[in-house]
């Protein structure tokens, strides 16, 4: 079996370097997207862009918290109570993850329901 510290090192290394190249595929795009509207003469308030708060962070949040909590609980009742996972790590792990996924698709359909009605 492979260290945690190891795979720790290697996923720190490649998300390192993911994220510095990432960063400059942006800001060269971005370097490119300013001149192009130099030569084309534009304003340059365009560049400016404002982030717009979704207002259900808190929604999609709480429910997913709530996904994690009944994950966990599931996961202690098959290690106590069933015999299908011979491993507790393993009904743990797919226990949360699968109640953490479906919680976050929950909260999406609930935030659109909601940015229906306020649409009507």
Same mark, same amino acid.
């Given at each position: 079996?492979?260290?945690?510290?190891?795979?720790?090192?290697?996923?720190?290394?490649? %998300?390192?370097?993911?994220?510095?190249?990432?960063?400059?595929?942006?800001?060269?795009?971005?370097?490119?997207?300013?001149?192009?509207?130099?030569?084309?003469?534009?304003?340059?308030?365009?560049?400016?862009?404002?982030?717009?708060?979704?207002?259900?962070?808190?929604?999609?949040?709480?429910?997913?918290?709530? %996904?994690?909590?009944? %994950?966990?609980?599931?996961?202690?009742?098959?290690?106590?109570?069933?015999?299908?996972?011979?491993?507790?790590?393993?009904?743990?792990?797919?226990?949360?993850?699968?109640? %953490?996924?479906?919680?976050?698709?929950?909260?999406?359909?609930?935030?659109?329901?909601?940015?229906?009605?306020?649409?009507?």
């Amino acid at each position: 079996m492979v260290p945690f510290g190891a795979v720790l090192i290697l996923l720190i290394i490649f %998300g390192s370097i993911t994220t510095v190249i990432l960063g400059l595929v942006y800001l060269r795009n971005k370097n490119k997207e300013r001149m192009l509207i130099m030569e084309k003469e534009i304003d340059p308030e365009m560049l400016k862009t404002e982030l717009k708060p979704s207002g259900y962070i808190s929604l999609k949040v709480g429910v997913f918290l709530i %996904g994690l909590a009944v %994950g966990i609980i599931v996961g202690a009742l098959l290690v106590n109570y069933t015999f299908i996972f011979p491993d507790e790590q393993v009904s743990y792990f797919s226990s949360i993850f699968l109640f %953490g996924g479906l919680s976050l698709i929950l909260s999406n359909f609930i935030g659109k329901s909601k940015k229906d009605a306020v649409k009507k």
